[in-house]
């Protein structure tokens, strides 16, 4: 399995950025894929899943309501919209995949095999 992701940059504070994280080698569908990210300094901490075929969405509260996460079936992608950018929310974002994650797990680094190689998203104040 090969995770591509994809969409890092520098923007302000306040506005919006898309991350994408395409998913190869495997079955997507019935996956759960998430966002993870890992500020300087900090541990990696769960950012928004999407919970294998069903799509249910989950998030961090951190970021509820301003985030957005969504997969396209047929692209074997995953998107998180970002929306009103906060400078703490500078970080590595990196998409995760696992066919085998369940519910209670899905906020867990380790209920995941594959990750992608991150790409970094910038918010100036």
């Known amino acids: 399995v090969q995770l ?13 950025l898309r991350l994408s ?12 894929t998430t966002w993870f990210r890992q500020a ?8 928004a899943g999407i919970f294998r075929s069903g799509g249910n969405t989950y998030y961090s509260d951190s970021v509820k309501g301003r ?23 500078t970080a590595v974002y990196s998409c995760a995949y696992s066919s085998s994650v369940i519910l209670s797990t ?9 990750w992608g190689q991150g790409t970094l998203v910038t918010v100036s104040s």
Request: net charge positive; glycine share 10%; charged share 25%.
């Open 4 to 16: 591509q992701a994809s969409g890092g940059g520098l923007v302000q504070a306040g506005d919006s």
């Open 21 to 32: 994280c395409t998913v190869s080698g495997r079955t997507f569908r019935q996956a759960s």
């Open 40 to 47: 300087p300094g900090k541990d990696r901490e769960f950012v």
């Open 67 to 89: 985030f957005a996460i969504s997969r396209d079936n047929a692209k074997n992608t995953v998107y998180l919209q970002m929306n009103s950018l906060k400078p703490e929310d």
């Open 106 to 114: 899905i906020r867990r680094e380790s209920a995941y095999a594959f």
